[in-house]
């Protein structure tokens, strides 16, 4: 594995006046019978932790992001590479909070790509956007055919645990599948202030949305999906579960974090051993 820092850039450069530029690139591979981090390059704040094998070949890995928040300004950017035969299991050690930007405009872009036959299992905790929080958020998903992926995104507008709503600022954020460079899925979260949290067509008041893609996927896998979500005990929760070809999308909307986040593990855990060929294995890091 490699660790460096980008060419031609210092440490003492990376926090400009308009805030920080952060940036990491992790490449997946298999040595030596397991998956490992064989490349990575760093700048700014952002890191990895060592990678935990609590699954023998499969790699955990937590990406840390230690300022704990972005402001207005930041410009951050996430990398990720898994080659074929590769897997890789990646999640945060928190939630990733939006702070009030000052009018100032924050961007975060993830890009993740998936050779054939490669897996890559997507798990952040949630974003938290205060009020008044500026930000372009953009995530792209290059997978190849054969490549194996169950991914999620939560997002909150507010901190709804003490009744703050999201009731200034903006957010532009988007998402996009791809296979074998076909777009299975291009979708966008935009809002000005609390307005599509009021709307119908909208979040219909709920202050958090999550999305869950799973690939590759069937009918069967679906109709599975679709009874863990009728399930009793998620009635404060709106659901629906789509197949576009070969990846299901799952969306949500719900009241707070833990309840979204309790669903979305309930339906990892089901579907892994189809998707992934493995039985579920937590992240040690979710029980501290």
């Not at 009918?219 to 009635?235: F, S």
């Not at 576009?244 to 979204?260: A, K, M, N, S």
């Amino acid at each position: 594995m490699t660790d460096m820092h980008l060419s031609g850039i210092t440490p003492k450069d990376t926090l400009q006046a308009e805030g920080w530029r952060a940036r990491i690139a992790l490449s997946f591979g298999v040595r030596r019978e397991k998956t490992r981090v064989v490349a990575s390059q760093r700048l700014g704040p952002l890191s990895v932790q060592r990678a935990f094998y609590p699954e023998g070949p499969v790699c955990h890995s937590y990406l840390l992001h230690p300022p704990g928040g972005v402001v207005g300004g930041d410009r951050l950017e996430v990398k990720v590479d898994v080659e074929a035969n590769a897997h890789a299991l990646i999640t945060t050690p928190g939630a990733t909070k939006f702070y009030r930007s000052g009018g100032r405009l924050a961007t975060y872009q993830q890009i993740l790509n998936v050779d054939a036959q490669g897996a890559l299992e997507w798990l952040p905790q949630e974003n938290i956007f205060f009020p008044d929080s500026q930000l372009r958020m953009q995530t792209h998903i290059h997978l190849s055919q054969g490549a194996r992926f169950i991914g999620w995104e939560m997002q909150c507008l507010g901190r709804p645990v003490i009744q703050e709503h999201f009731d200034q600022g903006q957010i532009r954020a988007s998402l996009q599948l791809n296979l074998d460079g076909k777009p299975l899925l291009i979708e966008h979260f935009n809002t000005d202030a609390d307005h599509l949290q009021r709307a119908r067509a909208g979040l219909r008041n709920f202050p958090m949305q999550a999305t869950l893609l799973i690939t590759p996927a069937d009918d069967a896998l679906l109709e599975q999906i679709r009874n863990i979500l009728q399930q009793p005990g998620h009635t404060d929760i709106l659901s629906g579960a789509t197949r576009l070809e070969q990846l299901i999308v799952i969306r949500l909307l719900g009241p707070q974090t833990e309840p979204l986040l309790q669903l979305m593990t309930a339906i990892w855990q089901a579907v892994r051993p189809q998707v992934m060929g493995r039985s579920a294995c937590l992240p040690r890091i979710w029980a501290t």
